[in-house]
C-alpha cells in the first residue's frame, strides 16, 4: 500500500516551453502533497506544500509564478515548470501523506533536462 | 541554517559488517524522525522512523536510536548487503508537519 506514482519519470524540453508533472496516489487519499526539488549530490529541498483544495504554501525563494502546484483531488497534484529554463533541470519528486499519518511516501521523481 | 546534518558524506562498508550512519539535529522540536533510502534517479524510500518518546526501534536488519539529549539519530544495519549501497537521508518533523532533510550519507557496502 501507500504508492505514489509521477507522470512523466523523464521529460526533455526546449528553454521557454512549460513542462507539467503530475503526482498520484494510488491507493489512499492523500489530504496533503509535497514537492521536492534535487539538485546532483544534494539534499531534497521542499519547494512547498499543498493541501486539498487550497493553495500551495511555497517555500522560501521559490517563485509561485514559475512552479505552479494545482492540489486538485485527493489523489492528484501537478507541478508545472512556466518557461522552462536550464536552471530549472532538476530531478523534482513529490511525496503525499494521508491524514493521521507523519509519513510520506514518495514518487520515482521527474527528471526534467531543459535545453 | 541546517536543522538536520549527516556530517559523513559516506561510509564504506565490508559486507557482513554493521553500518552505522549518523545524523544531528538542532530544533528541539521535532518530534518524529524517519531514514529513507535512495538510488538515483529514483524517489526516497521509507526504512524505518522513531518517535521522539521512544529511543529505539528495530526493524529487522535496520534499528533506529535515538538520544533525544544529544540530538542525535543513528540507523544501524547489520549485516550489511552489497544491495543496501544507496544514498541514506535521515528527516525530521515536527507534529506531523513537513520533513527536514539532511544532506545524505552515500553507503557503499564491498562484497
Known amino acids: 500500500g501507500a504508492v505514489v506514482s509521477q507522470h512523466p519519470s523523464r521529460v526533455i524540453c526546449k528553454s521557454g516551453t512549460s513542462v507539467k508533472i503530475e503526482c498520484r496516489s494510488l491507493d489512499f487519499q492523500a489530504t496533503t502533497m509535497f514537492w521536492y526539488r534535487q539538485f546532483p549530490k544534494q539534499s531534497l529541498m521542499l519547494m512547498a506544500t499543498s493541501n486539498e483544495g487550497s493553495k500551495a504554501t511555497y517555500e522560501q525563494g521559490v517563485e509561485k509564478d514559475k512552479f505552479l502546484i494545482n492540489h486538485a483531488s485527493l489523489t492528484l497534484s501537478t507541478l508545472t515548470v512556466a518557461s522552462a529554463h536550464p536552471e530549472d533541470s532538476s530531478f523534482y519528486i513529490c511525496?503525499?501523506?494521508?491524514?493521521?499519518?507523519?509519513?510520506?511516501?514518495f514518487g520515482p521523481g521527474t527528471r526534467l533536462t531543459v535545453l | 541554517d541546517q536543522q538536520v546534518k549527516q556530517n559523513s558524506p559516506s561510509l564504506s562498508v565490508q559486507e557482513g559488517r554493521i553500518s552505522i550512519l549518523n545524523c544531528d539535529y538542532t530544533n528541539s522540536m521535532f518530534d518524529y524522525f524517519l531514514w529513507y533510502k535512495k538510488y538515483p534517479a529514483e524517489g526516497p524510500t521509507f526504512l524505518i522512523s522513531?518517535?521522539?518518546?521512544?529511543d529505539k526501534n528495530e526493524d529487522g536488519r535496520f534499528t533506529v536510536f535515538l538520544n533525544k539529549s544529544a540530538k542525535h539519530l543513528s540507523l544501524h544495519i547489520v549485516p550489511s548487503q552489497p544491495g543496501d549501497s544507496a544514498v541514506y537521508f535521515c528527516?525530521?518533523?515536527?507534529?506531523?508537519?513537513?520533513?527536514?532533510f539532511g544532506g545524505g550519507t552515500r553507503l557503499m557496502v564491498k562484497p
Open positions: 522513531i518517535s521522539s518518546i521512544k
Open positions: 528527516a525530521a518533523s515536527n507534529a506531523g508537519n513537513m520533513l527536514t
Open positions: 511525496s503525499a501523506r494521508y491524514r493521521g499519518s507523519n509519513e510520506q511516501f
